[in-house]
């Protein structure tokens, strides 16, 4: 008698109670639970799946290089500074949010907007030399509109560019998530002007269902 093969597919994890959460909020929930990078994430310490983003990104274009100094926008809760610590290491990597994050060795951490002149100063008052890398994993809050929501993300694309042009030093990268919807082309047409390579991409780790992608470019011409 033949003996059954053993999957090993994961079995799929089920909420224990419902109770007092929204449909989509159950939804949400479950896919988390069930979700690969959620689970690698947690294993290896990562605050967030999204590290494996940069990473992806990173092991493509190879631009968090040992000395170079990166800035985090949007860095709560963390996940990619982590990342940027492993590879360009300690006290190389300074992030910004309006939401305070707890603290990560290794990371010197500001909070504030990113966008306002006195932050901007107090991080050149930081750094001991010219940026590398900028990076931005922002998101505005869905409302549930594409268009909209494509025009927010966006938005924080362009302040991100902005604060870039300020701190890159020359050949610099400059990476950031965005929406598909129209809008990217611009920005894409614009950083071409001061980069000298500028390409999409969507890692592996980024859902197939999502519309986002991040645009990197390398090179920077001041």
């Known amino acids: 008698m033949k003996k059954k093969k053993l999957s ?4 799929a ?25 959620v689970q690698k994430a947690t294993a290896a310490g990562y605050r967030s799946r999204a590290a494996y983003k940069i990473i992806e990104i990173d092991d493509k274009f190879k631009f968090l290089k040992p000395g170079a ?23 190389c990597v300074f992030a910004i949010d309006l939401v305070p994050i707890d603290p990560l060795e290794g990371v010197t951490f500001i909070c504030g907007d990113f966008s306002e002149s006195q932050i901007v100063q107090q991080l050149r008052e930081t750094l001991p030399k010219a940026v590398q890398v900028v990076l931005s994993d922002m998101a505005a809050s869905s409302i549930g509109h594409p268009q ?29 998530k965005v929406l598909r919807g129209g809008a990217e082309k611009d920005l894409l047409t614009l950083l071409k002007k001061y980069f000298d390579k500028v390409v999409h991409f969507k890692p592996p780790s ?13 090179g920077f011409r001041p």
Not at 28 to 34: F, G, K, M, S, V
Not at 207 to 213: I, L, N, T, V
């Open 69 to 91: 100094f990166v800035v985090d926008l949007g860095a709560a809760p963390g996940g990619w500074s982590q990342v940027a610590v492993e590879r360009s290491g300690r006290e």
């Open 206 to 218: 980024s859902r197939k269902d999502s519309a986002e992608m991040y645009v990197i470019a390398l």
């Open 148 to 176: 909209t929501d494509h025009l927010r993300i966006m938005a924080l694309a362009d302040e991100a560019f902005a604060f870039a042009q300020d701190v890159l030093a020359p050949g610099g990268v400059f990476v950031a």
């Open 8 to 11: 090993t597919r994961p079995l």
């Open 13 to 37: 994890v089920r909420l224990k109670t419902t109770r007092k959460r929204t449909l989509s909020s159950q939804k949400w929930l479950t896919r988390q639970l069930n979700d690969p990078y």
